[in-house]
């Protein structure tokens, strides 16, 4: 478990090289590469969605493609096509750039719902189907996808089916005044990312995504969970609650992060840090809750203030 967690660690020291400042928000994007999970970055164009993306490709030598989306793509633009070959008589299959190890698909919600909808099978199944024919996803297989929170206008809102596909959703939001400083003095000749240099390999990658699961997680700990996305769907400003695809994700990604921590189990502490960027993009709001301007993060804080913790003493006073 040592040799894992070193592997994890160095990771993260080698991306926060390049992403200053965001100890937090690179420990997420590791814990859902740990899991196999993928990652919807909601943030303002400039804070570094894409160099996070990159950073991570490289420091563990994995193929990487970048997807603009446009609302003229088209679903073969993503998955691929099969074009005739005369010489051959036969056709062939293009592959297109969802077929790589880590993806970016950078402004997901300014393409069409046809076209946000040929990212499911390779997000969930971790293939594609073109014209009958199946192509399986290299391993590792991770989407990062990039939306801007605050530009509306010729976007086109992510379904619900989308949204529980991502196993997270981070902000990084705008850095510090010290690490702008530092930004700027790292970038004053040239990008770090130039410089950046892979310190894993593929095969040690999957080595951390194989000994994530069996990390120890008390029974205790799994009804927490449980009751945590339960509490989700009773709640009376929610509308639709977490899935059980978002206790799953909970239960891996506390797990990736004991792995981190370099523990073989997972603590209380390890959900509660996580609930929020989990299961928060998997939650609607219902309308009169929304005009109170309730958000899905003040509701699982709620949740999680509420529930009582596995193992923690709850005092009882006694009345004489």
Do not use: W
């Amino acid at each position: 478990m040592a040799d894992v967690t070193a592997v994890l660690r160095a990771l993260q020291d080698n991306v926060e090289r390049v992403v200053v400042g965001k100890h937090g928000e690179v420990e997420s994007a590791l814990i859902a590469l740990a899991c196999e999970g993928h990652v919807l970055i909601e943030d303002v164009p400039g804070v570094g969605k894409t160099v996070l993306a990159k950073a991570l490709a490289r420091s563990i030598g994995c193929s990487f493609k970048r997807l603009q989306f446009t609302p003229d793509l088209l679903p073969s633009d993503v998955t691929g096509v099969s074009i005739f070959n005369q010489k051959s008589g036969e056709f062939e299959f293009r592959p297109g750039p969802v077929i790589a190890q880590i993806v970016l698909a950078d402004e997901i919600n300014r393409a069409t719902p046809k076209t946000q909808a040929s990212l499911l099978e390779a997000m969930e199944e971790r293939q594609v189907t073109v014209d009958g024919v199946t192509y399986l996803m290299p391993r590792p297989f991770m989407v990062m996808a990039t939306q801007n929170p605050i530009e509306y206008e010729g976007t086109f809102p992510l379904p619900e089916a989308q949204l529980d596909r991502f196993l997270m959703r981070i902000r990084l939001g705008y850095p510090a005044r010290g690490d702008e400083v530092e930004i700027l003095d790292r970038q004053q000749r040239s990008h770090p990312l130039e410089q950046l240099a892979q310190v894993a390999s593929v095969d040690e990658l999957l080595a951390v995504q194989a000994q994530v699961r069996e990390v120890e997680v008390a029974p205790a700990l799994r009804g927490y969970i449980v009751d945590i996305v339960s509490a989700t769907r009773d709640h009376p400003d929610v509308y639709l609650g977490a899935s059980p695809r978002g206790s799953l994700g909970l239960f891996r990604a506390a797990q990736a992060r004991a792995l981190l921590a370099g523990r073989g189990y997972v603590l209380p502490d390890d959900v509660k840090a996580l609930a929020e960027p989990v299961l928060a993009h998997r939650l609607i709001i219902n309308p009169a809750s929304r005009l109170k301007n309730v958000e899905a993060g003040t509701v699982i804080r709620e949740i999680l203030d509420s529930l009582p913790v596995p193992g923690s003493r709850v005092s009882v006073t006694v009345k004489r």
